[in-house]
């Protein structure tokens, strides 16, 4: 596949569509073994949460080779790699979604409830719900072996270098998430607010900052054979960044509106998440306040008007304008980096366009 992609629009629909072809090509070679095990019905769920999405890690690992090395010669080794970072993140989001229990993703039935609508279009026995759980719960390791699958057999020839990579990076984000999981229901040992928050901080850079950003590039990076200079500068650019995206998803979870998103209107409140966006809001408010809304957090029955008090309250105690100061103090820390670092200038400006679009988006 020879084709050299625009660094100037990252995400162009070009790249975008050959990353989507990469997985639909994918998909259909299972399409015979899942028949004949009996289990075709995983393959149309396993295809609606890969037809879309940001493609933001996809993006990164491209990038980060290009950053080393320049535009490949034959593009799909690299986008095989690449595409497979999608596959582990849809993954991690249907098993998100169960715990969260999450009704939507990406403006469509997340994947438990496709199956909880499969149970009751074939007149199933027993509990919808218990079987569209265990379903996402099977589909969710299916795509996390799919997309082992579909970097091992990419025959990138940097792969050896960037398995250590993909290893740790699956490590990392199995176990942030179960720190956020800790986190949320209070059994990480944390004896105060500030506690939590350092908590909170941890599943920033481990859920989030490695898992999104930090390793796609580095992957994408190691697949072009960089060096340890350029590893460890793309290494800071990625954290930085990757937790500033999470901090805007965090603020998004609040304001968001779901036309916009495609989740529901403060989906964090409803969960009862306490973020470092929330977790700051209830360190800087007065005690009647900080009650108010740790009250609201996660309680049933919340309406409209709940989730915006709580939105209002966040807001009134400058937690909101501080997130933002983080978000944007992270941009030019990330950016100084990439002007200062040893890689082509393809890479430089791909991954500065990428980086604005990570941190500056309504979605």
Known sequence: MSTRFDPASPLSAPLLSAIGETITRFLDDQETLLATIGSSDLLPVARAGTAGGKRLRP????????AAAGQPTDAQPLLDVASSLDLLHVSALVHDDLIDDADTRRGMPSAHKQFEALHAGRGGRGSAAEFGTSSAILLGDLLLMWSIELADRSGAPGLDQARPLLSVMRAEVTAGQFLDVSAQYGVTGASSVADELDA??????????????????QVGAALAGADDDLQAALAEFGSVIGRAFQLRDDVLGVYGRPEVTGKPYGGDIHEGKRTVLVLTALTNASPAEARELDDLLGAPGLTDGDVDRAAEIIESTGARAHVDRIIDDGMRQAIAVLDSAPMTSDGRTALAQLAERSVNRAH
Do not use: F, H
Not at 59 to 66: I, L, N, P, Q, T
Not at 200 to 217: C, D, F, T
């Open 200 to 217: 909170a901080q941890r599943i920033l850079e481990y859920k989030s900052g490695r898992y999104s950003i930090r390793r796609p590039v």
């Open 59 to 66: 993006a990164y690992c491209y990038w980060g080779y290009v």
